[in-house]
C-alpha cells in the first residue's frame, strides 16, 4: 500500500524496475537505480541528525540530484522544500528563515550568489553541494559538504529509517507572492498522492508515457509531473529550457507523449513550426495557471491533431480542481470543465449558501487534496481555509475547504465557468470586468504576442483599462483599439494600450499583472 511520496518508486513490480524513471539530457535512471540513489541519500541525511518533519531546501535547477533529493528527504522523515532556481538570494533567504530550513541542498555557483544572504539564516546547520569539490572560499556560518562527501557520510549508517503516515508534512511550495511575502503551502504525503492519482485518472498515464517536465518544481503542476510518473511507472523527461524552440526539440528527441504548459508558454510555441513527426507520439496537452486564450488552443490543436487538449484549473492550496474533457473543447470553449476525480467543486455566496445556476459565486474546493494550510501563518490560512459549506449539523468536527478567492459559475449540467480572481477584477464605470474577457478579444486579433488587461486608478473612472502588450515593431494600437470597439461594450474598451517587449513573468511563468499595475500606477495621474 503506497502512503508516502518515497513509496512510489519502490512499488513497481519487478518487470518495471528497469525502465526509465528520469532521463536528464544523455542520462537514464531506471527505477531500480532510482532507489539505490535515494536509499543511500536518505542514509546520508540521517547521517546529518535530520529529525523526523524538519526541513530540507532543493535550490537547483531541473536535474538528478533535485529529484533524488526530493524522495530521499521523504524516505528520512523530512520536509522537502522545492526553491524555485529563479528565485534571488533574498527571496531564497526569505524562504529559508521563514520554515526554519535545516539542511540545503544546492550547488557551488548558487552558493556564490547566496553567501552573503545566508549570515541571516540562523537555524542552517548545513549546506550540501551537488559538486565535487567546495567553495575557494571557506567563511561560512554553515557546514559545508560536497557531494562525496555527503554520500560518504552515510554510508556506514544503521540508523533506523523514519516511520512517516500519509497524514505527516511532505513538502512545503511557496507561492510566487503576487502579494506580500511568498506563502508556504504545507503539503502532505496523501495530498501529493491523491493528486497525482487524479490528474494520472483523467489523463490516463501509463508505462508508456514520457511526460517532458519543464515547470519549475516548486509549482505544483511542475511537481505534478514527476509524482504521476513515479505513481504509474512513466518516465519522467527533466528540462530547463532556454528559448521555447528547445521545447520543441526536446518533444522530438525523446518522443514525449505527454506536455503541461502554462499560457505564455503556450503563445510561444504556438508561433513556432511543429515536425510533422510529433504527431505521431504526443499523446496529449495540458493548459493550467491561467485562461487558454482560443486563438492560440486553435493554432496548437492545428499543429498536433491526434494529441488531445486538456485545460484545467488549480490552485497551489488545492493542487488541482478542474478539467475540461478534450471532447467537450468544441461544444463549451469557454468552460474550465468539471470537478477532477475525488474532489467536490461548489459555488457559493458570501454567507456559504449555493448559488443559481449562471449566479456569479466563489469556487470552493473540498476533499483529500486540500493542503494543511500556511506554514506558521494562521492569519492567513483562517482567511483561504475555512468550513466546507453545507456540512451536517451532527458532525462534531469541521471540515476544512478551501475558498479560492475565485469568482465562477455554474451551469445546468454542472460545467464551471471563470469569470475573474477577486484581485484581478477590474472595476470601471461602476462595472466589475473580468481582465480574459478583453484579453481573449485582444488574442483573437493575431496583432500581438502576450496581453494582460489590468485597472490603472483613474479619477473619474474608478479604474481604467490598460492593457498591456508584447507586439511587433511595427504595432499599431490604434487598430487594436477599433477591434476591440467592434466587439466589445464601451466600459471594456480599454483607455490605453501600452507596448513591452516582454511582459514580466511572476516564478511559475505567469505574466506578472501585480508588476504591471504598479509599474503603470501613475499613468492617469496629473
Not at 409 to 438: A, C, N, Q, W
Amino acid at each position: 500500500m503506497v502512503t508516502c511520496l518515497h513509496q512510489l518508486i519502490l512499488e513497481h513490480p519487478d518487470t518495471h524496475q528497469d525502465t526509465a524513471a528520469l532521463i536528464f539530457k544523455n542520462q537514464q535512471l531506471s527505477f531500480s537505480q532510482l532507489g539505490q540513489l535515494v536509499s543511500e541519500q536518505a542514509n546520508a541525511l540521517l547521517s546529518l541528525d535530520l529529525q523526523r518533519q524538519q526541513r530540507v531546501a532543493i535550490y537547483l535547477p531541473k536535474q538528478v540530484e533535485t529529484v533524488t533529493s526530493f524522495l530521499a528527504v521523504s524516505m528520512a522523515g523530512g520536509v522537502f522544500v522545492p526553491v524555485n532556481p529563479v528565485l534571488k538570494a533574498p527571496q531564497v533567504a526569505h524562504i529559508l528563515n521563514d520554515c526554519n530550513v535545516k539542511i540545503l541542498i544546492t550547488s557551488k555557483t548558487r552558493l556564490q550568489s547566496l553567501a552573503d544572504d545566508l549570515h541571516h539564516c540562523t537555524d542552517l546547520h548545513t549546506i550540501i553541494l551537488v559538486d565535487q569539490d567546495g567553495p575557494e572560499q571557506q567563511n561560512h556560518p554553515q557546514r559545508i559538504l560536497t557531494w562525496p562527501a555527503f554520500l560518504a557520510s552515510g554510508s556506514q549508517s544503521t540508523l533506523p529509517l523514519a516511520q512517516s503516515i500519509d497524514a505527516d508534512m511532505a513538502a512545503i511550495l511557496y507561492t510566487s507572492g503576487s502579494t506580500g511575502k511568498p506563502k508556504g503551502v504545507v503539503l502532505s504525503h496523501r495530498n501529493i498522492i491523491a493528486g497525482a492519482e487524479s490528474v494520472a485518472e483523467y489523463l490516463k498515464i501509463d508505462t508508456n508515457d514520457r511526460l517532458l517536465a519543464v515547470l519549475p518544481f516548486s509549482f505544483d503542476y511542475g511537481l505534478n509531473q514527476l509524482t504521476t510518473c513515479l505513481l504509474k511507472g512513466a518516465t519522467c523527461v527533466l528540462m530547463d529550457y532556454l528559448l521555447p524552440r528547445d521545447v520543441i526539440t526536446a518533444l522530438d528527441r525523446y518522443r514525449i507523449t505527454g506536455l503541461a504548459a502554462v499560457p505564455p508558454l503556450w503563445a510561444q510555441l504556438a508561433d513556432l513550426t511543429w515536425p510533422d513527426t510529433l504527431d505521431s507520439h504526443l499523446r496529449y496537452m495540458t493548459n493550467s495557471g491561467g485562461k487558454m486564450p482560443k486563438a492560440v488552443l486553435q493554432k496548437l490543436r492545428a499543429k498536433t491533431p491526434s494529441a488531445r487538449f486538456f485545460l484545467m484549473y488549480g490552485l497551489t492550496e488545492a493542487f488541482r480542481s478542474t478539467y475540461l474533457p478534450p471532447e467537450q473543447i468544441d461544444i463549451r470553449p469557454d468552460s474550465m470543465g468539471k470537478a477532477i476525480p475525488n474532489a467536490e467543486i461548489m459555488v457559493v455566496r458570501e454567507d456559504g449558501s449555493p448559488c443559481a445556476p449562471h449566479e456569479p459565486g466563489e469556487l470552493v474546493h473540498r476533499g483529500s487534496l486540500v493542503s494543511l494550510g500556511y506554514w506558521n501563518d494562521p492569519a492567513k490560512t483562517t482567511e483561504r481555509f475555512k468550513p466546507a459549506p453545507g456540512q451536517l449539523s451532527g458532525l462534531p468536527l469541521t471540515e476544512i475547504a478551501v475558498w479560492s478567492g475565485d469568482t465562477v459559475t455554474m451551469d445546468e449540467e454542472g460545467y464551471l465557468y471563470f469569470v475573474g480572481r477577486k484581485d484581478d477584477m477590474i472595476k470601471t464605470s461602476g462595472y466589475r470586468v473580468s481582465p480574459s474577457e478583453i484579453e481573449e478579444v485582444i488574442y483573437a486579433s493575431g496583432l500581438v504576442k502576450e496581453a494582460a488587461a489590468i485597472g490603472i486608478e483613474h479619477t473619474t473612472l474608478g479604474q481604467a483599462v490598460v492593457v498591456v502588450v508584447s507586439a511587433q515593431d511595427d504595432f499599431d494600437p490604434q487598430t487594436l483599439i477599433d477591434r476591440c470597439k467592434a466587439q466589445l461594450p464601451n466600459f471594456m474598451i480599454p483607455a490605453r494600450i501600452e507596448r513591452l517587449d516582454d511582459l514580466p513573468r511572476n516564478p511559475n511563468g505567469k505574466i506578472d499583472r501585480k508588476q504591471l499595475a504598479q509599474q503603470f500606477a501613475d499613468l492617469f495621474k496629473h
